[in-house]
């Protein structure tokens, strides 16, 4: 069965390391998100990607960014991890447009 | 600032009862609008979506109403069940998805 997946699952870094969180699917979509959640803000878009080497930036990007080598995977980067950034992190896939969004199982991440 | 606004932030109902929560926007170019519904520990799954040239969508217990001119949207779940304990979260798109901050649903048995 196609899945989208997310690793690590929880990671614990100190201010100002640099972070890399995966995310994998094989649903072979072109277009993937990454979203952060925090308790009273719902969802908010980082970046997006509408198919290999195309990136956007989201509402809340700054701190962040990401790329696309390939279709399955979009690789999201915090450049200096700031305790703001403190968060579960999912990444999400479509096959375009307003097409149905999948999501993975979420990364909680702890900046100290 | 947040392009949908979901109400309320949380609530409980017992079992069999009625859960509505209540969503608004402003930009006119959203022509999309799902809900989401995630349990605790796994990410937000699709769960019922509305496109603005129908007023209502049922599926099973979970109904959508639409009202297009007050740009308002609703999700109800009827006869609510233990299971449907979630957090629901309602959506508006126009080239992406802009959400809601979210309801937490608890069912009552």
């Known amino acids: 069965d196609a899945e989208i997946t997310q690793s690590p699952r929880h990671k614990i870094t100190e201010t100002g390391r640099q972070v890399t969180l995966a995310c994998h699917q094989t649903?072979?979509?072109?277009?993937m998100f990454w979203y952060r959640q925090d308790l009273g803000h719902g969802l908010r878009l980082i970046h997006y990607?509408?198919?290999?080497?195309?990136?956007n930036k989201g509402e809340v990007s700054d701190g962040y960014s990401v790329s696309r080598s390939n279709t399955e995977d979009l690789p999201l980067t915090l450049e200096s991890a700031a305790s703001s950034q403190t968060s579960v992190y999912f990444c999400?896939?479509?096959?375009?447009?307003?097409?149905?969004?999948?999501f993975g199982p979420g990364t909680r991440l702890t900046v100290l | 600032q947040q392009q949908v606004k979901q109400s309320p932030q949380s609530l409980i109902v017992q079992k069999g009862g009625i859960s509505i929560i209540n969503c608004a926007y402003e930009?006119?170019?959203?022509?999309?609008f799902p809900w989401y519904q995630q349990f605790p520990g796994k990410g937000p799954a699709l769960l019922i979506a509305?496109?603005?040239?129908?007023s209502e969508k049922k599926e099973g217990r979970f109904t959508i109403s639409f009202n297009k001119s007050a740009k308002q949207f609703s999700l109800h779940i009827m006869d609510s069940q233990p299971g449907d304990s979630a957090t629901y979260f309602c959506?508006?798109?126009?080239?992406?998805?802009?959400f809601g901050a979210g309801t937490t649903v608890t069912v009552r048995a």
């Open positions: 999400a896939s479509a096959g375009g447009g307003t097409d149905t969004q999948y």
């Open positions: 649903w072979n979509h072109n277009n």
């Open positions: 990607s509408y198919g290999v080497q195309d990136t």
């Open positions: 930009n006119t170019a959203f022509d999309y």
């Open positions: 509305i496109r603005p040239d129908v």
């Open positions: 959506a508006a798109a126009d080239y992406k998805l802009s």
